[in-house]
Each structure stands twice: as C-alpha cells, then as structure tokens.
C-alpha cells in the first residue's frame, strides 16, 4: 500500500533558484534512500509538493517537512491509500511552475488547496480532485 501527502506553504526566506535546486537535491537523494518518489514546485514564495512512498517513510517525512523552519504549512492533505505509485520513477522532480500552468495546474490551487479549509468538497470529493491532477501531472510532464 502507498501512502501519499500533498500540500502548500510559504518560505519563512526567500530562497534563490539555485537554493531550490539544491534542496530539491538532497530531498531526492534522501527519497531514494527511502523509496519516496514525488514532485516539488514553487512559485514566488509557495511550495507544492507531493510525496507518496511506504506508510512509515511517509509519516516520518511528513514530520520533518511540517517541522522544517524553512517554510510553513498553509494547506494540506493526507490522501486515501493506494495500490501504485502515480510518480514511480521519480525521487523528487523539481517541476518548473509554468509547466504546470500550461496543463491546468491552477485549477487544483483555486478548487481544492483553497477549498479545503472551508469545507466546499468532501474529503472524497477533494481527494478525488487531486487524484485526477496528479494523473495529468504524470501524463504531461516528460521524464
Ligand atoms: C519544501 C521542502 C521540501 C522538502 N522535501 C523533502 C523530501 O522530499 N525528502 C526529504 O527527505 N526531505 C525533504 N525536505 C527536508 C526535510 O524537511 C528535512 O530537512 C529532512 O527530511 C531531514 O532529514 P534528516 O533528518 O535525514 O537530516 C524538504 C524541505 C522543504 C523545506
């Protein structure tokens, strides 16, 4: 079974393209470590990252990364478990923002992330929102 997290934050510092580069890194040297594969994103100062791996990996990462000063959480979502992995061959990808533009990303920002704390949706209805943007991700970003 594959545990998955998705979520939202805002750095606590600016950080530079090549800070970014190198955190995306280290994060996916760490994950093959571990056997957590997903991507990261960021736009100004926000973070979109999605992770997916073995219940115990994900747990714990999900305290580190809600622990980590370098930013802070604003929206996030522990999805239903599933049978395979949507990002497989992927540590952490570092997606450029705008690619995700181009495929419609906003479209999980506006729905879901700043839906979620209002309660528009049902946990069902959101994690089945984000499952079919994960899919696209997968489906049209090139390796
Ligand atoms: C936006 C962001 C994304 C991160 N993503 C990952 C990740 O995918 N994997 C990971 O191991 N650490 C990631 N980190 C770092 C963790 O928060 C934490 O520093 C790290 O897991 C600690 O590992 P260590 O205890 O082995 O030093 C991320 C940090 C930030 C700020």
Redesign the pocket.
Known sequence: MIYSYIYS?K?NKAFTLEELLV??K???T??KE?D?T?Y?T?KNDI?F?Y?EGPEKEIKQ?IK??E??H??GISNSFILPVREERVFGGWS?RYIDFNSLVEIGFHELLETVFFTIDNQLFSNQEVAKKINRMLLKIADNIND
């Open positions: 934050s750095t955190l995306q280290e994060a996916a760490k994950n571990h957590v997903g990261l960021f973070f990252q992770i990462l580190n990364i622990n980590d370098r930013h952490m």
